[in-house]
């Protein structure tokens, strides 16, 4: 699966702070790289308009996250769907957004749409790790295998 997030709107949707925005930018970036990197998930986080000078790159932040700033003349939106349009296998894609115009697009494009908060409680959630059991014997199966491996030894010996 591959994950194509609204930016801006999982900013806006999920976080009311005063800080500024490159701040917030670059929080949501650092943690959803950690959350990328821990599932082995791979996808874009899109914004709108060039990055700043002063910030880094969207294309120096190390995959598997890859963060994307839509080109002049293009929004965030129009990116997104674009690249659903574009790519070979649709269904493959989930959208991230609670903008309803862009999961309305993507849908009809073919991808999937999953609102943020759903997706920021997702990533959250631990994957379940398969757990190794401990097999113990009970006191009447104990006995009742000593019972036959006795029963063999005295069959042996006799």
């Given at each position: 699966?591959?994950?194509?997030?609204?930016?801006?709107?999982?900013?806006?949707?999920?976080i009311q702070s005063?800080?500024?925005l490159q701040t917030m930018r670059?929080?949501?970036i650092h943690y959803l790289q950690k959350r990328f990197a821990a599932r082995k998930m791979s996808g874009t986080l899109v914004f709108d308009g060039a990055h700043l000078r002063d910030?880094?790159?969207?294309?120096?932040?190390?995959?598997?996250?890859i963060v994307a700033y839509a080109p002049k003349g293009q929004s965030a939106?129009?990116?997104?769907?674009?690249?659903?349009?574009?790519?070979?296998?649709?269904?493959?894609i989930t959208v991230v957004t609670?903008?309803?115009?862009?999961?309305?697009?993507?849908?009809s494009a073919g991808a999937k749409v999953m609102?943020?908060?759903?997706?920021?409680?997702?990533?959250?959630?631990?994957k379940k790790r398969q757990r190794s059991v401990d097999v113990q014997e009970s006191p009447k199966n104990i006995e009742r295998l000593e019972k036959i491996f006795e029963e063999r030894l005295k069959r042996e010996d006799g």
């Open positions: 699966m591959i994950y194509l997030i609204d930016g801006y709107n999982l900013i806006f949707s999920l005063k800080e500024s670059q929080k949501v910030e880094e790159s969207g294309l120096s932040y190390p995959s598997p996250l939106d129009e990116y997104i769907v674009e690249k659903i349009r574009v790519s070979k296998n649709a269904k493959q609670n903008d309803r115009g862009l999961a309305m697009h993507a849908k609102e943020n908060h759903a997706f920021i409680t997702w990533l959250q959630k631990k």
